[in-house]
């Protein structure tokens, strides 16, 4: 892929959070709220993935993380169904942002990052720790325990809780 590689002088740094959202957690929203500081722009971007097989669509996953970063003005909530490099570019976005809760992630985005490098060099990834409040959460965990009616309010905004109660059928 070619293209012009570094930010030019006075350009706006923008950067890309990917990811599945499936839905947002606080981890999710810690990673926004640290990441959107150091970009003049964040744009979490949902990937519309067809071959996992999401509970929530990407419509309802970006509504929520709409709402749940709405006080954040400079964070912009997309989709992509794309290479993200690729995506990157379209929106002309420089640096990714992940994050990293323990060394079985620091592997696998190794790899992403190292992928995405060869495929065009001029994409940053960039890694950022996990809140060690919520190095053990994720949208898989929020999810099991959602599913058998379990509290999640310490896991992920009201808005996620009363999505989860409405998917799951125990509004309780
Ligand atoms: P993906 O399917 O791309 O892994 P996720 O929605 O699970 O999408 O995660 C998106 C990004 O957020 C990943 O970089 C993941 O490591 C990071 N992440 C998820 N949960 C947490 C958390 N609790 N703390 C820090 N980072 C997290």
Known sequence: MTGKAARQEGEHRIAVYPGSFDPVTFGHLDIIRRAAKQFDKLIVAVLNNTSKNPLFSVEERTDLLREVTKDLSNVEIDSFRDLLVRYMRSRNAQVSVRGIRSVTDFEYELQM????????????????????????????????????????????PPAVEAALRRKYGNEA
């Open 113 to 156: 990052a190292s992928t995405n490098r060869q495929l065009d060099e001029g994409i940053e990834t960039i890694f950022m720790m996990t809140n060690p409040k919520y190095s053990y959460l994720s949208s898989s965990i929020v999810k099991e325990i959602a599913k058998f009616g379990g509290p999640v309010q310490d896991l992920v």
